[in-house]
């Protein structure tokens, strides 16, 4: 190691490696009686008073002596002397006075450096530390060069000392070790409160404590470090319900007895307040705990917290997943549906598909039959879903796609997310109800036998228990249009019934056509009966690409096929006999999750 004027006399070796007394050296040193527990000393040196007055176990086998020129010169003698008669090696080492800038920094390197030396097979050292004498400046510049040594796990302190000189009195060592415990305690709020992560804070807790009630508070702290990062947040709310009520009061008492820690009353306070936003107004407790959650304005603000702070810390992946679910509550919420609110198959799917449905229809907004469906404010709504959609999905990839996620366009849209999201998380008037025509819509398609119009009919008035259909898109050709308002008489049929004519045995692009002008009557459908049977091919084709057009739109969809089993002579003689339906979904198909 370089060293300012004569070369130092360190040279640790594998034997005197173990536990180190690093000491400052001043000078015009002078007897003074010392105080440590209660006991006594007489001695020129605090550093050698420190090693008398330290129990057998806890006292070093090493002495590193801090020290300028000056007091190399007329105390460094006097260490070697007093401690010449111990088992504990002595040496020193030459450091700058610190009266300029650059003296500070290599000051501070020089501690460094001497410490890191001593480092043996990885195991920090075991150190205590003595800033009784020396330069005022050598102890905050010491003290600093240990908190360094400390984070970067390079150092463990057992102790701190300081030798408050006295007169008229004996001078009692201080101990610094809370000290030196209390940056780590503020650094570990501030990372809860800046990242959510309580991970320091529960090693700081931790280490030095055995206490069951420290481990199981170090337990409870990771819960909502992990709950918060994974974007729980339920779980979050009851992990930071729990340490509130049951938990605070222990923790002080831990940082009191074991840790010593000055301001502990203060950092109880902040973490509380940071605990405070993320929990339940009540603990919930018990089996099924959960499902004793009510979903209310009051909660979806507590959520809305969450992501705030996830955006803010830069936890986008998080946010954007957790605002996702969150617009799904809040929509949930709108439709009163909040007795069944964590349930998929119920409350969620259902705000979900309605959500999937917008975003659907604001596609085609500048279409001329389904302009008028959607609402400016829904129209925002569509635009915030299909964003989150997209990035969510993104981002639950790690962004292995051909979508670049640091693209100015991507930037873009997570900044459009953000303005939409201001303005929904305050709760405003939005209406969630779709313009259209409403109630049942049957989609059947009509050929050469009309029976099977007739029979679709029927069908779907008896699965709605007698109530027919309010529309029936009938895609029809030109020969079999004539057919259709014979078979609404015989059915006895007096909803409305929307023609949508093609050529049977056309292509794709009446397929498209018939789509085009078919999905405007089934956009606002409270679900969709499709007969899959009858006319040509292209025909049905048509017929199934508004059952996939209705799913686009998250409209629920009921397919079924007719048999007639009568012989083809019978049928053309008879037309008007109910065919019996077969299901093709055994539910009604109504998934427009989109994700």
Not at 50 to 75: G, H, I, K, Q, S
Not at 162 to 182: I, K, M, T, V
Not at 505 to 533: C, L, Q, Y
Not at 543 to 551: G, I, M, N, T, Y
Request: aromatic share 6%; glycine share 6%.
């Amino acid at each position: 190691m370089s060293v300012v004027g004569e070369q130092s006399d360190v040279s640790p070796t594998t034997e005197s490696r173990g536990h180190v007394l690093m000491t400052l050296l001043g000078t015009n040193p002078r007897p003074t009686c010392y105080v440590l527990d209660e006991h006594r000393v007489d001695a020129r040196l605090a550093p050698v008073a420190l090693f008398e007055l330290l129990p057998e176990n806890d006292r070093p086998n090493r002495v590193l002596a801090l020290c300028t020129l000056e007091a190399e010169r007329e105390t460094w003698p006097l260490l070697q002397e007093d401690l010449g008669g111990t088992a504990c090696s002595v040496e020193h080492v030459i450091v700058p006075s610190g009266h300029t800038q650059q003296d500070v920094n290599e000051y501070l390197v020089r501690v460094c450096d001497l410490v890191s030396d001593q480092v043996f097979r990885g195991e920090p050292v075991e150190l205590t530390v003595d800033i009784t004498h020396g330069f005022r400046h050598f102890s905050f510049l010491t003290y600093t060069a240990v908190l360094y040594l400390q984070a970067h796990g390079i150092a463990r302190v057992r102790g701190a000392y300081y030798g408050l000189l006295a007169e008229d009195r004996p001078s009692p060592f201080l101990d610094l070790r809370p000290l030196l415990a209390l940056p780590q305690w503020v650094y570990a709020l501030s990372v809860l409160r800046d990242t959510g992560s309580a991970m320091p804070m529960a090693e700081a807790l931790r280490v030095g404590s055995q206490h069951p009630s420290a481990q199981q508070i170090a337990k409870s702290l990771k819960d909502v470090s992990g709950a918060y990062l994974s974007g729980l947040p339920l779980e979050l709310g009851r992990y930071a319900s729990d340490i509130l009520d049951k938990q605070m009061k222990p923790l002080r008492k831990r940082l009191v007895d074991d840790h010593r820690l000055p301001l502990t009353d203060e950092l109880i306070d902040r973490l509380r307040d940071t605990l405070t936003i993320s929990a339940f107004p009540q603990p919930i407790v018990g089996q099924g705990w959960k499902a004793k959650i009510v979903l209310s304005k009051e909660e979806l603000e507590r959520q809305a917290k969450i992501v705030d702070h996830l955006f803010n810390s830069g936890n986008v992946a998080t946010a954007i997943g957790l605002m996702r679910e969150w617009t799904v509550s809040w929509t949930v919420w709108s439709l009163n549906e909040q007795t069944e609110w964590l349930d998929f198959r119920t409350a969620r799917r259902k705000a979900e598909n309605l959500l999937q449905a917008i975003r659907a229809i604001r596609k085609f907004h500048e279409s001329p039959e389904l302009k008028a469906v959607l609402n400016p404010d829904q129209n925002k709504l569509g635009e915030l879903w299909h964003n989150l959609i997209t990035l969510r999905n993104a981002y639950a990839h790690h962004g292995i796609s051909r979508q670049d996620m640091l693209d100015p366009k991507e930037k873009k849209r997570r900044h459009r997310i953000e303005e939409v999201w201001s303005e929904l998380r305050s709760f405003p008037d939005w209406s969630l109800t779709l313009e259209g025509s409403g109630g049942r819509v049957l989609v059947s398609p009509i050929g050469l036998r009309s029976g099977v119009l007739f029979s679709a009919l029927e069908v779907c008035r008896e699965a709605g228990n007698g109530a027919e259909p309010s529309v029936c898109v009938v895609i029809c050709s030109q020969d079999t249009e004539t057919s259709i308002e014979d078979v609404a008489t015989e059915a006895g049929y007096t909803g409305r019934i929307e023609r949508l004519r093609i050529d049977p045995h056309g292509s794709r692009s009446d397929i498209a056509e018939a789509v085009k002008i078919g999905r405007k009557h089934i956009v606002g459908a409270d679900d969709v009966f499709v007969n899959v049977t009858g006319g040509t091919t292209v025909m049905g084709l048509a017929v199934e690409a508004l059952a996939v057009e209705a799913r686009r739109f998250a409209r629920p969809v009921c397919r079924f096929g007719l048999i007639d089993r009568r012989p083809p002579a019978q049928q053309d003689a008879d037309p008007y006999q109910v065919g019996e339906p077969f299901w093709l979904d055994s539910e009604k198909d109504d998934d427009g999750c989109g994700d």
